[in-house]
């Protein structure tokens, strides 16, 4: 599929087309509202209402579409996603324990000042926790094997999870909507700081910029070990900075939206349709698609909200799963026929 | 809350009035640009059990939205009490805490009765209640009614037993 050779006019190229098309999608999602209402917002609280939700979507899906492309690259397994390693359970799990008045201590003590350590950034220490105990059991004398790395991120996943309905039962948290049960899906987060939204923002940018850089290397990476090795690719070296970056810009995704299905994994596969395989092409368009998909679901998920149709906010996460899952499907089964 | 539930009922037994519609959805899930829309006067937070940095939390949600005029008003009310979405005997505490919140002018604090105490004999295990509407002839006292179990098994033993509101504000039409 791949048609010319790959240049940094090029990149910029596409970059500056990503960044055209998806500014031009968000704007679209900013004409519509959860209250039925379309066109431009009169009311200057409703604009910057939508303003902030469109951007903290196009940022979101941005991180993890990019983030998947890096997973499935270094992984060589087109079924990874960025949750693969844990980092979202771990997110969600710490992000319940921070409401338990358990934790009223411990957050007081680490935030200080009588503040609390946000919810947030309780949820990006958790990943962190989370995919740092991934790596140390599937790491043997420094080395990381993808099959082992799945297995393992399988596993702590599992455990995240079943912890997380542990304390559920035992805290008996009435079933209210909003509760518990609602950090399971991923929806985006109303209630954040500008401080969380920013921190986020940069972290998913500089660890942007690191995928990129590495993203030469990827490409080569998509061959054997020993293949990678031949063209000069340390291959293990660049195994654990990809995932580590990866990680780390999942990580700041899931804490400002808990794990929002299938973006990660759809978006790096549509932009291969149109690309190829090359993640250096990969990843800008990749990131785009993410943006302008995230933003684009989420104002969807808003025009079902009108109070006429169900009166509830969906999460966004519902939508990007109950659409992304058949459109996947799809995708898979229209290869397989041509094959 | 939408209407058609306990919870709306208490509402309006305490002289609230919901923004929401009757027939709405229970327990809709409304995102911010939808309260701007609804401009609730007061707005009643239940945090039932709720940790301090939740509170913080939901002090910080509000906050984010100055034009809804609760805000503007400073009538956001955080309530903390454990019982406040159970349907069971605190149901009219439950609405007292309502009405205290929504009229502090008033000097007249609502009547309650808890609506357990009505029927019920001392010497019933709890696990026989057999619950029923309420019913009154009473006009100064509203009733409200919720869905409750029935059990149908021991109730020609123990006999039906009240678990409603019953909750009176001493001069309604002031609400």
Known sequence: ?339 | VGGDNFMNDLLTIAGGENVLPDGSESYPAIDREQLIALKPEAVLNLLPGASPQSQQKAQAFWAAAPSVPAIQNGRVYYLTEDYLLWPGMNVGNVAERFAEKLHPESQSRPSTRNAASLNRKPEEPQRHRVTEACLTSDPAFQISQFNCWQDKEHRASTGPLCLCASVALQNPEAA
Request: proline share 5%.
């Open chain 1, 1 to 339: 599929v791949t048609a010319s050779r790959w240049s940094p006019a090029r990149l910029a190229i596409s970059i500056a087309l990503g960044i055209v098309v998806s500014a031009i999608l968000a704007t679209l999602c900013l004409l519509v509202g959860s209250t039925g209402s379309v066109g431009w917002p009169a009311n200057r609280d409703v604009l910057s209402e939508r303003l902030d939700i469109v951007l903290l979507a196009s940022l979101v899906g941005a991180a993890l579409a990019s983030a998947g492309v890096v997973y499935q690259a270094i992984l060589r397994n087109p079924l990874a996603d960025p949750y693969l390693l844990g980092v979202s359970t771990g997110a969600t799990l710490f992000a319940y324990l921070w409401e338990l008045p358990a934790a009223t201590a411990l957050l007081a003590v680490i935030g200080g000042q009588g503040q609390y350590l946000g919810q947030q950034a309780f949820a990006f220490l958790g990943a962190l926790v989370s995919v740092a105990i991934v790596f140390l059991l599937a790491s043997r004398r420094g080395r990381l094997e993808p099959v082992t790395l799945l297995l393992v991120g399988v596993i702590v996943n599992a455990v995240n999870g079943a912890i997380f309905l542990l304390l559920n039962a035992v805290v008996k948290d009435p079933a209210t909507p909003g509760g518990p049960l609602a950090l399971l899906v991923g929806g985006l987060q109303q209630t954040l700081p500008a401080g969380h939204r920013l921190a986020a923002a940069v972290c998913v940018a500089i660890g942007w910029a690191v995928m990129l850089y590495l993203a030469g290397a990827l490409h080569a990476a998509g061959l054997s070990d020993s293949e990678a090795s031949a063209l000069g690719v340390r291959i293990h070296r660049l195994r654990w900075a990809a995932l580590v970056v990866a990680s780390l810009v999942t990580a700041a995704a899931v804490s400002v939206s808990g794990p929002i299905g299938f973006v990660g994994l759809i978006c790096p596969h549509l932009a291969r349709l149109a690309v190829g395989n090359d993640p250096r092409r990969l990843l800008p368009l990749a990131t785009a698609l993410g943006a302008g998909l995230l933003a684009a679901a989420d104002a969807a998920a808003r025009v079902l909200a009108r109070p006429g149709a169900a009166g509830t906010t969906l999460p966004v996460g519902v939508l990007t799963g109950l659409v992304g899952g058949p459109f996947f499907l799809l995708l898979l089964l229209r290869g397989r026929n041509e094959r």
